[in-house]
């Protein structure tokens, strides 16, 4: 049981959610449901994969959010020639002036950060993209037989341009797994773009306040788990995740349309990221529509189409689409 004090506590914190996503209004207009997303995945603990046409203000979203959160914030451009010590550090000979003696000292790299922006990850090889899977898994990176633990929270938010794939590197399936949520941008409606238009090519500049810290978010990140969920919510998860895999599903679409389903991975995933969906709006117990809404999200990139769906021009949210109005 939680005591009185720590209610409270937990209370003023999510009271103060409706107030940080103002505060990026200010600089992001529009896009409320990818930033709901980002911010999600935040209070679940995992990292997201943010995929849009260049111009959608991707980059500027998360400095945005990084900024109203207080939290240090490290952007990695990658490209082709991009080193898997660019981006964990390396060590470097250095000479204790005092006695002459040489020594290795590690300098951390920029994956040292609360939140990491790998800027169009799918631009760099394999090797490098590997780089980052011990960090999104074990929240430490491990150089010359060393541990180097990671500051928390620790959020990983991977971008990609869907239409450039000339010089890319799609990224392996173990991998995409590792990401919590798979977001995608959409172009803003007229009346967001008009607005863009004249907040950005004037003289005046909004001025962001700090809303958290690390210690508000690493709390909130507690009271998520706590969040109630109900035992046939799980079993509905459960069968929609199963509900994925062409062997055993219940669904023609699925057997016709895919050539693998998704993984117990996803059901947690799922589940935690239904009940911090339920936190970012001030409930303390998860609905039936915290999971239908974020199904699209989890599930998009752990289920991979076949041959014939591709030809068909079928997506996986439309394979999602069927699944949730059926379970």
């Known amino acids: 049981m939680l005591e009185t004090q720590e209610i409270k506590h937990y209370q003023a914190l999510v009271a103060n959610l409706p107030r940080l996503k103002q505060e990026i209004a200010k600089v992001i207009v529009g896009q409320a449901e990818a930033i709901d997303e980002i911010l999600i995945a935040l209070l679940a603990g995992g990292h997201c994969l943010l995929e849009g046409v260049p111009g959608l203000a991707k980059t500027l979203m998360v400095k945005t959010i990084s900024e109203t959160l207080a939290m240090s914030f490290k952007r990695i451009q990658f490209t082709p020639d991009l080193m898997p010590g660019d981006i964990v550090g390396t060590e470097m000979l250095e000479e204790d002036h005092d006695t002459g003696k040489k020594f290795f000292k590690f300098n951390k790299g920029p994956i040292f950060a609360h939140i ?21 898994q074990e929240y430490k ?26 010089g890319t590197y799609p990224l392996p399936e173990a991998q995409l797994d590792r990401f919590l949520l798979y977001i995608k941008l959409g172009y803003p409606s007229e009346n967001e773009e008009l607005q863009v238009l004249k907040n950005t090519t004037g003289t005046n ?13 690493a709390a909130l990140q507690t009271l998520t788990r706590q969040v109630h969920i109900d035992d046939a919510l799980i079993a509905k998860v459960n069968q929609l995740v ?7 599903t219940p669904l023609q679409v699925v057997k016709d349309w895919c050539s693998w389903g998704a993984g117990p991975r996803a059901g947690q995933a799922l589940i935690l ?18 999971i239908s809404t ?34």
């Not at 990491?116 to 999104?136: G, S």
């Open 205 to 217: 500049k909004a001025s962001l306040q700090t809303i958290m810290d690390e210690k508000d978010i």
């Open 242 to 248: 199963r509900a994925t895999r062409p062997a055993t």
């Open 116 to 136: 990491v922006l790998a800027d169009e990850i799918n631009r760099t090889p394999p090797k490098t993209q590997a780089a980052l899977l011990e960090a999104m």
């Open 141 to 166: 990176v491990t150089y010359a037989g060393t541990n180097y633990d990671l500051p928390k929270p620790f959020l990983i938010i991977a971008t990609q341009n869907p239409i450039e794939q000339a």
């Open 273 to 290: 990221c239904a009940k911090a969906r339920a936190v970012l709006n001030e409930r303390f117990a998860v609905l039936p529509e915290d």
């Open 294 to 327: 974020l199904a699209f999200p989890v599930l998009r990139h752990r289920i991979a189409l076949n041959f014939k769906a591709e030809a068909e021009g079928i997506s996986t949210d439309d394979v999602i689409t069927a699944l949730v109005k059926t379970i």
